[in-house]
Each structure stands twice: as structure tokens, then as C-alpha cells.
């Protein structure tokens, strides 16, 4: 399994990003795919999560009401939507997957496969 993230860049708080992660290398049938981040100093954190099997999905606390995490099925790629953004919200964002048949995996030794990471940074 291979996860290419991408869609990072610099923008003001308030403002709107969507990330994409592709993955590659299986069917993905029973499996999940989520977002993490990490900021500087501290630890990797979960954002949402997909399960692929029926796009039921799961979200932080920190990203309930403005990020949205979808499926784009002919192209096997997962967004995040982020809307509002805030300083907080910079980060290096992760992508994720794991064999599973519920979004209740939210922490990070549960997910096998990660992409490279793309970097996102909120200016105030």
C-alpha cells in the first residue's frame, strides 16, 4: 500500500484547504483511511477517519463542523476539506490506512501504512 499526500501549503486563518491522499498497491476493500497531524513538539494526533466500505466516518473533536473527510472512489483518494482554519491547525498532515471494518481506530500504532506528510501552516 502506497499514500501520496498532497495540498499543504500556507494560508490565514479563516481560510479554506483541501488535502488529498492517493493510495495505490491494493483493492482496499475493509479498509480505513484517515488524517492525522503532528505540530511542532508535540504528539501525532487524529484528525477523521473513512471507512472505505460504506464512507461512514469519524472526527475529532478539534475538527467537528469544519473538516469534512470524503471519498473520491474512481480515483481512490481521500480528501480533507478544511474550513476555518486556526494558527493551532498548522501542522504537518498525515495520511493513513488500516484494514478494518469500523472507524473506531483513532490512534496512530493502529494504522499500518502512512503517507509522507504534507505540511499546512495557519497564519494569524
Known amino acids: 500500500v502506497q499514500l501520496q499526500a498532497s495540498g499543504g501549503g500556507l494560508v490565514q486563518a479563516g481560510d479554506s484547504l483541501r488535502l488529498s491522499c492517493a493510495a495505490s498497491?491494493?483493492?482496499?476493500?475493509?479498509?480505513?483511511m484517515a488524517w492525522f497531524r503532528q505540530s511542532s513538539g508535540k504528539e501525532r494526533e487524529f484528525v477523521a477517519n473513512?471507512?472505505?466500505?460504506?464512507?461512514?466516518?469519524r472526527y475529532a473533536d478539534s475538527a467537528k463542523g469544519r473538516f469534512t473527510i470524503s471519498r473520491d472512489n474512481a480515483k481512490s483518494t481521500v480528501h480533507l476539506q478544511m474550513n476555518s482554519l486556526k494558527p493551532e491547525g498548522t501542522a504537518v498532515y498525515y495520511c493513513?490506512?488500516?484494514?478494518?471494518?469500523?472507524?473506531?481506530?483513532?490512534?496512530?500504532?493502529?494504522?499500518?501504512?502512512w503517507g509522507q506528510g504534507t505540511l499546512v501552516t495557519v497564519s494569524s
Open positions: 498497491g491494493h483493492t482496499f476493500r475493509n479498509y480505513v
Open positions: 473513512i471507512l472505505l466500505n460504506d464512507n461512514s466516518t
Open positions: 493513513a490506512a488500516r484494514q478494518g471494518l469500523s472507524t473506531v481506530a483513532v490512534g496512530t500504532s493502529l494504522y499500518r501504512h
